[in-house]
């Protein structure tokens, strides 16, 4: 299995505009997670899906981040419209239950 | 309340070293999961180590071991005769109960002077 892949690796974006982060989780997991890394938070869950369904999203910062999971396999984290303070690393994970796998995580700066 | 407290911001060692990283976590589940991770100045987060609640038995891996106690709700971790390649920062989280979601301690960065 490749693992949780994430794209982009890198995202360079000007305030404003609309930024979207991908996910494809590992084939046979059921759960789904975004979290996001800074200096100054650690690692925050935003959002986490169980069976495709948004289980908890009180991580999510405000109404500018939307997270989805049109199916078992793939995910999408958007921000619009983005700004500075958003940029972060951006971690998707996946997990069948009693263990976390994590993509390698975008990095996304927003100018 | 359910909670990682990695007291420990930042440590710094010679190489060849011991030392410990120390994690107390928080929850009232009597099922749950604790974990380390390590993350590397590279970024990824690299899955050092699972343990279930009810598995108290301590783990040795090569140079990294791990002292789970729950009466003092503690799941320590020890590198012995650390080199410059262990600077990374750690990360130790808790799984509560069966949720699936994985709740991180502020990580300890470590760093490893020759």
């Known amino acids: 299995d490749a693992g949780v892949i994430q794209s982009p690796r890198h995202e360079v974006t000007e305030m404003g505009q609309e930024v979207t982060l991908r996910c494809k989780l590992i084939?046979?997991?059921?759960?789904l997670f975004w979290y996001r890394q800074t200096m100054m938070r650690g690692l925050e869950l935003l959002i986490y899906?169980?069976?495709?369904?948004?289980?908890?999203d009180s991580g999510m910062p405000e109404d500018r981040f939307s997270a989805k999971m049109p199916n078992a396999s793939f995910s999408t984290l958007k921000i619009q419209p983005s700004e500075p303070r958003d940029s972060a690393v951006y971690f998707c994970?996946?997990?069948?239950?009693?263990?976390?796998?994590f993509g390698p995580g975008t990095r996304l700066t927003v100018l | 309340a359910q909670k990682v407290t990695q007291a420990q911001t930042e440590i710094s060692v010679v190489e060849k070293e011991d030392v410990t990283l120390d994690c107390v976590y928080e929850?009232?589940?009597?099922?749950?999961?604790l974990f380390w991770y390590k993350q590397p100045p590279s970024g990824e987060l690299v899955f050092l180590i699972r343990?279930?609640?009810?598995?108290?038995q301590n783990e040795i891996s090569g140079r990294y071991s791990w002292n789970f106690q729950k009466s003092t709700s503690s799941f320590n971790f020890t590198i012995t005769a650390s080199q410059v390649v262990d600077s990374a920062v750690y990360f130790c989280?808790?799984?509560?109960?069966?949720?699936?979601?994985?709740?991180f301690g502020q990580g300890t960065t470590l760093q490893v002077k020759p």
């Open positions: 994970a996946s997990s069948p239950r009693d263990r976390v796998f």
């Open positions: 084939s046979g997991h059921n759960s």
């Open positions: 899906f169980n069976n495709n369904v948004p289980i908890d």
């Open positions: 929850t009232r589940d009597t099922t749950y999961y």
């Open positions: 343990r279930n609640s009810f598995d108290e």
């Open positions: 989280a808790l799984i509560p109960s069966n949720t699936g979601k994985l709740i």
